[in-house]
């Protein structure tokens, strides 16, 4: 399991630049970051090496910055891939919130989901691990 | 001294007696010694001789506090000078002060009409009545201080300030009843938590009356704990006397207006029309008996309603409601009268959202559009979309059913809402903007 930063930002000119800035200034460095987003706010979702520096930096800037755990996989870099992890997903009829795919380096990627309940994303991610995903821990992105 | 119990007990009829008989006379007086009241009556074609039902008042023109700006400082008395025993003052925000003058009898009322405080807390004689609210040209302390007096109580005039010495007197002087404004009384309570004392213990009171400036039931709620005693609100102004023109009793359902002293009535501060009683709208108050300033229909700007039925206490004086704000900061919404004490009731209720909220008005194809903007506090699940939406949207239903009028919410960082000097600015209007 991962920590996951998600920060509210109104739709207005330059918050998501002052969230990256902040970011960055703190020292940290980001691996991935997605934004969904409503007619009236986006919410960013960030994969960083130190998400507890991130959200202290985000806090002490007064934006309002949650930490969420998340399972992320290592993604084969073979034709099916994908769809081999999310048969396993699917068998544990779990309820997905939402997911995104992030490039660890050159040759590998990794998928993000966001499962609902911890018991249920704990043993999601033991059933992974199981059928020979690498699921990924904080270390591996420090 | 000594408060009349019975007039507090008066079939409401024959306190409609002593307000028509009282008013008639008043109303003649000032017609016929004060200028302003001729000029206005005249050009209203309002006759004061041909008042025969408290209902005829209505059809007398208001005097707003412009009026009696415009008379300053003593245009509108309406005795010689030589029976003006004591003059008050209130601060002049915008200006140009408004001037109270006050005769033996007018003081007199002034103490009977607060002294009543202490009766609905129960109090008399036996009483330790502390002062501190401040003392001077402002008519809390004196205002306090007379009705201390005149319900027998003895009565400490600390006026506001030195909190060291007044936890020292709470404490050691064994006050009952404490007098001052709702700030004070947390400000005393909080000094004395820090000085290691334990004021609902140390301290004997059982009652605060506190007024002259807003405050929420949170707010009574927290002093009460502090203090183990019960906070009375108590209403008045000094265009129309001063603390006292309404007071709570021990039931804390809404104020017993002083209805021998003061007739009051409820206007739709739009159109100026009167409204039934329960319905909230702009308090108007005409003196039934004073002498040096007596008023006739003064536009108080203050937001309440007449609460229908009977207190539970037995008084038959009619009771207002705690106020809801003051009409300069009332908006017509898609012609519904909002005000923003309203929303605040609505958004005390969500732990999610800060207390900082500011309200946009905006016009689309000619409709009114208002936005609610909060702040979204630490600690709430904003993961998902989905969870800040239905939070937008749950505060957003509750709005409706209080308000009568569709808000839209929307949910914005923290801090986003400007502060000067710690108040909100609440509302933005940007409907003539939008017409242009
Ligand atoms: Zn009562």
Redesign the interface.
């Known amino acids: 399991m991962i920590d996951q930063i998600t920060v509210f930002l109104e739709n207005k000119e330059g918050r998501l630049l002052a969230l990256c800035r902040c970011i960055g200034d703190a020292g940290v460095n980001m691996h991935a970051m997605t934004i969904a987003e409503s007619a009236d706010f986006g919410l960013v979702r960030i994969i960083c090496d130190d998400p507890q520096k991130a959200l202290e930096a985000l806090n002490a800037a007064d934006f309002r910055a949650n930490k969420t755990k998340v399972v992320g996989i290592v993604v084969p870099n073979r034709p099916g891939g994908v769809a081999d992890l999310l048969e396993i997903l699917d068998d544990l009829n779990l309820n997905i919130e939402y997911g995104y795919c992030f490039s660890i380096n050159n040759d590998e990627a990794a998928d993000v989901f966001k499962i609902h309940g911890d018991a249920e994303s704990a043993g999601a991610a033991f059933k992974l691990e199981e059928a020979g995903f690498k699921v990924l821990s904080q270390e591996d992105l420090a | 001294m000594s408060i009349d119990q019975d007039v507090l007990k008066l079939p409401h009829d024959q306190i409609e007696q002593i307000q028509l008989d009282g008013i008639k006379k008043t109303a003649v007086r000032v017609y016929e010694n004060v200028p302003f009241y001729k000029n206005s009556f005249d050009e209203a074609r309002f006759n004061p001789y041909e008042i025969n039902s408290l209902d005829d008042l209505s059809k007398a023109p208001f005097i707003t506090k412009q009026d009696l700006r415009d008379n300053y400082p003593y245009k509108l008395f309406a005795v010689p000078m030589e029976d003006v025993l004591e003059i008050h003052m209130s601060s002049g925000t915008t200006g140009i002060a408004t001037v109270g003058g006050y005769t033996k009898h007018d003081l007199d009322i002034w103490g009977e009409c607060f002294g009543r405080g202490v009766t609905y807390a129960d109090g008399g004689p036996k009483d330790i009545v502390h002062v501190c609210y401040g003392y001077g040209l402002f008519t809390g302390g004196l205002g306090a201080h007379y009705g201390g007096l005149c319900s027998g109580a003895t009565t400490i005039p600390m006026s506001a300030g030195n909190t060291e010495r007044q936890i020292r007197v709470l404490k050691e002087m064994g006050s009952t009843i404490i007098c001052c404004t709702p700030s004070y009384a947390m400000h005393i309570a909080d000094t004395a938590i820090e000085m290691g004392l334990d004021p609902a213990k140390d301290f004997h009171l059982r009652a605060g009356i506190h007024g002259a400036e807003p405050f929420s039931d949170n707010f009574r709620a927290d002093l009460e704990k502090k203090l183990n005693y019960k906070v009375l609100d108590v209403y008045g102004l000094t265009e129309c006397m001063g603390p006292g023109v309404a007071i709570e009793c021990m039931e804390q359902t809404g104020l017993h207006l002083a209805e021998d002293h003061f007739y009051a009535e409820i206007i739709d501060p739009a159109t100026g029309k009167n409204l039934p009683d329960g319905e909230w709208g702009e308090l108007v108050l005409t003196s039934v008996d004073r002498e040096a300033q007596p008023v006739i229909r003064y536009r108080t700007k203050d937001i309440t309603r007449i609460i229908p039925g009977e207190c539970a206490c037995g008084r038959t004086h009619r009771r207002i409601d705690r106020l809801h704000g003051r009409t300069d900061d009332m908006m017509i919404i898609r012609g519904v009268n909002v005000f923003p004490s309203q929303i605040e009731d609505v958004m005390e209720t969500f732990d999610d959202v800060s207390s900082w909220y500011q309200i946009e008005l905006s016009t689309k194809n000619s409709l009114d559009v208002v936005t609610l903007k909060a702040e ?1 506090n ?1 600690g ?6 989905a969870s ?2 239905n939070l937008q949207n749950s505060i957003q239903a509750k709005l409706k059913t209080a308000l009568a009028v569709g808000i839209k919410v ?7 809402i400007p502060r000067s000097t710690g108040k909100a600015k609440r509302v933005i209007d940007l409907r003539k903007e939008n017409e242009k």
Do not use: C, G, H
């Open positions: 979204v630490p709430f699940d904003l993961d998902s979309v800040i939406e929307k949910l914005v960082e923290p801090k986003s």
